[in-house]
């Protein structure tokens, strides 16, 4: 079985953008051995554009082969005319709206998301990369198999949080932490598949 991984920026207090998406001011300090974490230990989860810009555009995928992320997402990149931003992973957006995919490379999914990602769970593969945003990562917070929080050292006071969902429990070990020379923490959580509470009696 595939897992889903939950691969996100965040502040210190926990959000993954401002109000509006914005997230750009997470990258402004990348320090090299923070750039070398991300080379080296989670190219899969860097755009096309960027591993070509660090010369690891034909590194083979070693964690994930899969990508979903929501249409708030997706339309950051559709913005700057690039259809595919995650072209060496078989893409995948959530969305209600877009009707038709606007790249060969990348598909569409509707309706019951959650339900959708569990059959991708099911297929032979590497991991399955969550990119966001928040409103799909709370759909989809009942499948989310592992964490992996990159805690950048700004607190923005409001924004967007890490899922947009109802109040419930859902247990994580910590697996891993790790800190960068730009002030960035990396925890890695697994999920306890024994605890899932909603909260109720």
Known sequence: ?????????????????APDGEADFFTRDLTEDFIEYLKNEAPDTLPTAARRAFGIDDVPNREYDTIIQGRASYDL????????????????????????????????????????????K??????????????????????????????????LGAGMPMFSAPFRLADFALESLRSFDNGAVVRKYA?????????QD
């Open 1 to 17: 079985m595939r897992k889903l991984s939950y691969f996100v920026a965040a502040s210190i207090d926990g959000f993954i953008g």
């Open 77 to 120: 990149a559709l913005r700057i005319g690039i259809t595919s931003p995650y072209a060496h992973l078989r893409e995948y957006v959530a969305s209600n709206s877009i009707t038709q995919s606007p790249d060969p490379n990348v598909r569409i999914v509707s309706g019951d998301v959650a339900a959708a990602v569990r059959d991708l």
């Open 122 to 155: 099911k297929e032979d593969g590497l991991g399955i990369y969550l990119c966001g945003g928040a409103h799909l990562a709370g759909q989809l917070i009942g499948e989310v198999d592992e964490l992996v929080i990159k805690t950048y050292p700004v607190v």
């Open 191 to 199: 999920r306890k598949p024994e605890a899932e509470h909603t909260g």
